[in-house]
């Protein structure tokens, strides 16, 4: 008798590639995130605005990871060019297969977020810091990078029934989506609770309806119907081949 997990839709083995790809993006982000720390020491003192900007930096990467999220799973196609196979075949491919995610590599599974965050970075490094008000705009945009960066894995550990005890820690402290506040994500038709990064925003976003709202607002302006496609998926997953070069997200 096979094995269920054979039967579910998996991703497929990232090209050679697109793993150069992916390494080449985080070994980047990590060189703008040193470049910044250096930068940052070295120009910044103890201002009394660095805390709550970081706050607002790693809210504001919270609700993109909700917004990039809620696209995925929501509109368009899977065989639109590049951002199908690559964003929204995967996200779709996890609902019907949370646990793939856990087979997933470090660099398949940070690689494309990794990328996503370069401009940020890199926009940061960029900024004189001559004055105080560009002095905390370079701090919100590599503290939006720099939160947005471990996106994924911030995901791949929401969905781990043992992480690593620091992990733990800061998913119990509220500091990173922890596995409850995901879960409610998972339950179809994974409609609500997309922010996955700190997952502050999935609350206040459920209660003021706000993906509920843009979605009755794009329908109106369209006529595109939500989700089409990831209802048919979740009809008929064996329709769901693995995703080539797709990255491990969802
Ligand atoms: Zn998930
Ligand atoms: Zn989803």
């Not at 605005?49 to 900007?53: E, G, I, K, N, S």
């Given at each position: 008798m096979p094995d269920r997990r054979d039967t579910l839709p998996q991703h497929g083995?990232?090209?050679l590639a697109t793993q150069l790809f992916e390494t080449a993006a985080l070994a980047c982000a990590a060189g703008l995130l040193a470049c910044l720390a250096v930068q940052f020491s070295a120009a910044l003192g103890a201002r009394w605005?660095?805390?709550?900007?970081l706050l607002l930096a790693a809210a504001a990467a919270d609700f993109a990871s909700g917004l990039v999220h809620w696209f995925a799973d929501t509109w368009g196609s899977?065989?639109?060019p590049v951002l199908g196979p690559r964003l929204l075949r995967p996200f779709?491919?996890?609902?019907?297969?949370p646990g793939d995610l856990l087979e997933r590599n470090f660099i398949d599974t940070n690689g494309d977020v990794a990328f996503g965050a370069l401009?940020?970075?890199?926009?940061?490094?960029?900024?004189?810091l001559e004055e105080e008000f560009l002095q905390a705009l370079a701090v919100f945009l590599g503290g939006f990078g720099a939160c947005a960066l471990p996106t994924n894995q911030i995901h791949k550990w929401a969905h781990q029934p043992d992480p690593p005890?620091?992990?733990r820690w800061l998913q119990r402290l509220g500091l990173?989506?922890?596995r409850t506040g995901h879960d409610q994500h998972h339950c179809v038709p994974h409609a609500t609770h997309y922010c996955i990064t700190t997952g502050w925003c999935n609350r206040p976003l459920a209660a003021i309806g706000f993906f509920p709202a843009l979605e009755w607002l794009i329908t109106k302006l369209t006529g595109a119907q939500p989700r089409h496609e990831d209802l048919a998926l979740a009809d008929a997953p064996q329709a769901a081949l693995p995703v080539r070069g797709g990255p491990a997200v969802g």
């Open positions: 083995a990232t090209s605005w660095l805390a709550p900007v899977e065989r639109m779709r491919v996890h609902h019907l297969n401009p940020f970075l890199a926009g940061a490094l960029l900024v004189p005890a620091p992990v990173i989506l922890g």
